[in-house]
């Protein structure tokens, strides 16, 4: 059974096609589609055509994510599938730009983008799902709505404490930690302190949250108000900001309550099984991870796609601090953030790694990236073995590390000649080497061998 591999390069409207055999020989030329129902009946045809052609073939198609452009034609080559012996995947854009560039393509067209494409399923093919099941679609619908509503809301909210600085001045201290609900219905009524000095006790009493005292307070407050700006102008825009920041929490909240149709999808049960992350963290991580945790053999290869690996750089005489690598999507560190910060308040097993990191010198931040760091391999664990979370299995793998004997440092790669002062090195390494050869000096005597370390061959 021949295999033939179909590159397309979508773009917004059109998509750009090729077929080539396994020896990357074009089989069939490039040619272009519309994204319309027509583009879309031409694509069926010139498959159904090479198929005929070639009886004993099997199509193994890819196109690239480009945002959601590729999901017409994803969705087309699915149901070309069921009929033609072709199988459909989506490929990481970022895979394929590094496989351009160690082709050395430096010319970029649409030709060549599918073109990389189709060689990308052939070189590549271990790291290619064909035809996944895209069960959890809508999830990710509403967790991409869910972000970008928390997103908009956040610019909202650092617009109108630009804006309150100079219309209520004196409200400003009452969302320094957060922007509590009863000031912004209060702001939608009063947007600047002119109005505000002339409302009364009882209406801003009727206002939820807000007490007699406090109403009294903040009114004698606006009355001696040093705001700058009570213009029309501004109440237009106060009211504005507030009123979209007040409708979107609505549809925020609408959103929270839709994520609990997924509280039963057995992954999101297992992530939410670690104490310190709720539903909707457990959607995005779910989302973030690909929907598929077998892709990642060991728990490493997950921290490093979301970017949590120590970066660690020692070549020749230089050396770095190492730090996270941070490479990759941005999404599951935020999420992993916020849940560590959650985690040091309410979960007392998150907050206990976090003091132990502390207590050796590190930096709070520091501190918390690694708690982000074994979160994730929490998470990993408890997807891979199909297990919600259980605080007394993770101390016995952490015991089980610590019984380990303690071996002498020495690399593998000086098995046949110990490091010599000697040799024409730079003053750092010298240095370096210095500090080994007394570092194992104190090692041998520890364990009474009053001898110093041996000297090079």
Not at 4 to 31: P, Q, T, W
Not at 318 to 344: C, D, E, T
Not at 352 to 363: D, F, M, N, S, V
Not at 409 to 420: A, C, I, L, V
Request: charged share 25%.
């Amino acid at each position: 059974m021949s295999k033939f591999y179909l590159g397309s390069d979508v773009s917004k409207g059109y998509a750009d096609f090729v077929i080539i055999d396994e020896r990357k020989d074009v089989s069939e030329k490039h040619f272009t589609l519309d994204d319309t129902a027509r583009g879309h009946q031409y694509l069926f045809h010139v498959l159904q055509s090479f198929c005929a052609k070639h009886p004993n073939a099997t199509i193994y198609a890819a196109v690239e994510s480009t945002g959601g452009y590729e999901n017409n034609w994803y969705q087309t080559l699915r149901s070309i599938g069921a009929v033609l012996p072709v199988k459909t995947a989506r490929l990481n854009p970022s895979g394929i730009r590094h496989h351009g560039q160690a082709a050395l393509r430096r010319t970029s067209t649409d030709k060549i983008s599918a073109i990389s494409i189709a060689e990308y399923q052939i070189n590549y093919p271990e790291v290619i799902q064909y035809d996944q099941q895209d069960e959890f679609k809508s999830m990710k619908r509403l967790y991409t709505a869910f972000r970008m509503f928390v997103k908009i809301r956040t610019q909202l909210l650092n617009q109108m404490e630009t804006v309150l600085y100079t219309a209520n001045p004196e409200l400003v201290q009452y969302r320094k930690d957060n922007t509590p609900k009863w000031l912004l219905r209060l702001l939608a009524n009063y947007p600047v302190a002119d109005d505000l000095a002339k409302a009364s006790i009882d209406d801003l009493a009727s206002i939820p949250y807000v007490s007699v005292q406090r109403a009294e307070e903040i009114i004698t407050a606006a009355q001696t108000s040093v705001a700058s700006a009570t213009d029309a102008p501004t109440q237009v825009v106060m009211k504005t900001i507030v009123n979209q920041i007040l409708a979107l929490d609505k549809s925020i909240q609408t959103l929270k309550k839709q994520a609990a149709v997924f509280v039963d999808v057995p992954e999101i049960e297992l992530i939410t099984s670690i104490t310190s992350i709720g539903v909707m963290s457990a959607i995005g991580l779910y989302v973030e991870l690909g929907g598929c945790i077998a892709k990642f053999p060991r728990a490493k290869e997950l921290c490093s796609f979301w970017g949590l690996h120590p970066l660690v750089k020692d070549s020749g005489d230089g050396g770095w601090i190492p730090r996270m690598s941070k490479q990759g999507r941005k999404m599951p560190r935020s999420i992993l953030f916020m849940a560590v910060l959650n985690g040091i308040r309410t979960d007392s097993y998150i907050q206990q790694i976090y003091q132990r990191e502390l207590a050796k010198g590190k930096c709070k931040m520091s501190a918390i990236g690694i708690c982000m760091h074994k979160l994730a391999r929490i998470i990993y664990g408890v997807l891979s073995n199909n297990t919600p979370f259980d605080l007394e299995i993770d101390k016995q793998h952490q015991n089980r590390s610590k019984i380990k004997k303690e071996k002498i440092e020495k690399t593998d790669s000086r098995r046949f000649q110990n490091e010599d002062l000697q040799a024409p090195i730079s003053r750092r390494q010298t240095r370096k080497r210095k500090e080994r050869e007394e570092s194992q000096s104190e090692r041998f005597t520890v364990c009474e061998i009053i001898v110093p370390a041996p000297s090079g061959v």
